[in-house]
């Protein structure tokens, strides 16, 4: 479809509204009809993809590259940042800036003013701990704290903290001498303050992250205690090219649990390039639905990679050790 420029619209228009230029018609002229239309303009459904060709230009050095950068963000997506800065956004608070209650150690506040020493508090917010709660059908303690609210605290400095949804983290020994932790991260969140600069907090992306991990030191082989983690989490804009990760239940264990690779994680993740284009590998392993893993291929951190049509474009592999790695992973320190 032609787009015309304006200055031709304006002529247009202009001979429309003299009588004298519009030609005669004969409505009972069956030869006359109106003018056939333009039509729709082509669309590209898959616009990164190059002409004449039937499948992405999948690159496997830029897709594990990606998985790469995409893998280490979600595992550093502690709660721990928020809590730093929420408490230093707290700091500079006063007897009613901003007003507040408690109730059992747990604080609400919602305001918007200004305190004497110039920290501005606008929105609200909810900081929760618990300590010895069941808060599971299981009957384990849970220790506890989350904070939730939507929320902008800015101090006299200019350093400003955004708050647009929650976190939590918690800790459990079962019975079964398993120590468990969970953390959530979700909403938007930001913070410029220098020592926040390198978090993910300080990066501002906007995560939806679920991960459940669990060690029993009661069970170890000689290589540490056994180990597991599940993962849930998606992340856009993960840096300034756009890369963007969707990691569908992610599982991995020790090889002392049953886990049949240790190379390797039951997974399916999707990962945005900068061109735009969305590829998703799966990896070698399933769930036998019995309470035990299957190896379906080979035990090499290699998965299988589709396009966004489902059509097969190569394959991916991932260094997966990290995953399993406490120590690279902040909210298991």
Known sequence: MSIRPAWALVGLLACADDPKSAPEVDAADPTVSPSDPDGPSSWDPDPYLPDGTDTAAYSQSEMEAALAIGL??????????LFDAYDGAMRDQEAYCPAYYEVDGNTFWYSSCTTTSGTWYSGYGFDYIYED????????????RAVSGAATVRDASGATFHLGGGVQSGSSIGDD?????????????????PD???????RGVSPYHYAYVGSNPDLDSGDGPARYIFVQSAVGNINAEG?????????????????PCALEPMATISVR?????????????EDTSRGGWRLTGDCDGCGEVTDNRGDVVGEACIDATPILDWETAPWLD
Do not use: C, K
């Open 243 to 259: 890369l963007s990760i969707d990691i569908a239940d992610l599982l991995m264990a020790t090889e002392d649990v049953g886990w």
């Open 133 to 144: 709660v069941a808060l599971d059908e299981s009957g384990n303690l849970w220790d506890m």
């Open 196 to 202: 926040l600069g390198e978090t993910w907090l300080g």
């Open 72 to 81: 280490e963000t979600v595992l550093t997506l502690s709660p721990e940042p």
């Open 177 to 193: 001498g398993w120590h468990v932790q969970l953390n959530t991260v979700q909403g938007s969140f930001r913070s410029d303050a």
């Open 273 to 285: 390039l900068p061109t735009g284009a969305w590829y998703t590998v799966s990896f070698d392993i």
